[in-house]
């Protein structure tokens, strides 16, 4: 979970009026926040961290005016289902969701309560909202690219690479977003000289056997089009495209040196200027 516009997506919920707050006794406002890693991830004590930090600058401290529930779902879309499920049933006031999973899964539960999205590939593409202009409907939030980002990676892949023709693209081939990502990547390749080959993967020993069987051959290089899948399994992917010099970009998987420091100083920096929700 490595975007900026995680971010952004946070600080959304400032939205609730100080000044409204100031006049009258305050009440718990509640908010859930449905994170496509696992609570045990590196990022995850930083993500929290940022994320009520930003809050309390905002006016909303935790236990005083607001209440916060999590719920990790690690790119499972099941698993994003049940949790989006308990969430509704808290009766939150506002949600935070992470990545298109559990985005959709809150949207096909819901119509009334507001979710602010990030981590959402192409939202108008996966039918999350109307369009970026307009929105429309309970949803709205930031999107780290669209789907013309695929073609624009296969390209600086052979830059920096010129010999590949191969790529191996790995995608998490239940999440639309992965979906129409490859898409867009086959269709562009043939112009680029390239043979695609997906990589559905779903854990560690399929991640390990498909790199693998790709690597066999020469002139290969790859595409990381990034979703929660890769987030978890970050540390192998990065070793198996080591091991076998692959070409590739996948540098945001290998955050963890900016990533927190990014989130905590995009909320001092964002948090003033968002708009109302509610």
């Known amino acids: 979970m490595r975007r900026r516009d995680f971010i952004q997506g946070i600080t959304a919920f400032t939205a609730w009026p100080l000044a409204a707050r100031a006049q009258q006794a305050e009440p718990m406002r509640r908010i859930g926040v ?87 590939t192409d939202p108008v593409v996966v039918g999350i909202v109307d369009s970026l202009a307009r929105p429309g409907g309970n949803a709205t939030g930031f999107m780290p690219n669209d789907l013309s980002f695929g073609g624009k990676w296969m390209d600086l892949l052979k830059q920096i690479a010129p010999h590949i023709t191969r790529v191996a693209v790995f995608r998490d081939n239940t999440n639309p977003a992965g979906i129409a990502m490859l898409g867009v990547i086959q269709a562009m390749a043939p112009s680029a000289g390239l043979q ?62 900016w990533w927190p420091d990014l989130l905590r100083n995009g909320f001092r920096r964002h948090l003033p200027a968002r708009g109302r929700l509610c």
Do not use: C
């Open 34 to 120: 449905l994170m496509n890693i696992g609570a045990d991830d590196p990022d995850a004590p930083a993500s929290v961290g940022a994320f009520s930090q930003g809050l309390a600058e905002a006016g909303w401290v935790i236990g005083r005016n607001v209440r916060i529930d999590y719920r990790w779902y690690q790119g499972n879309a099941e698993a994003a289902r049940a949790y989006a499920a308990e969430l509704l049933a808290l009766t939150p006031d506002i949600i935070l969701a992470s990545g298109t999973p559990g985005t959709m899964a809150l949207k096909q539960l819901t119509r009334t309560v507001p979710i602010v999205f990030a981590l959402v």
């Open 196 to 257: 695609v080959t997906p990589i559905n993967v779903r854990n560690g020993d399929e991640i390990a056997s498909a790199v693998e069987a790709f690597a066999h051959s020469p002139n290969g290089g790859a595409i990381v089009t990034g979703n929660a899948f890769y987030t978890v399994h970050r540390d192998l992917i990065l070793k198996l495209i080591a091991r076998y010099k692959l070409p590739d970009l996948s540098r945001p998987l290998d955050g963890r040196e």
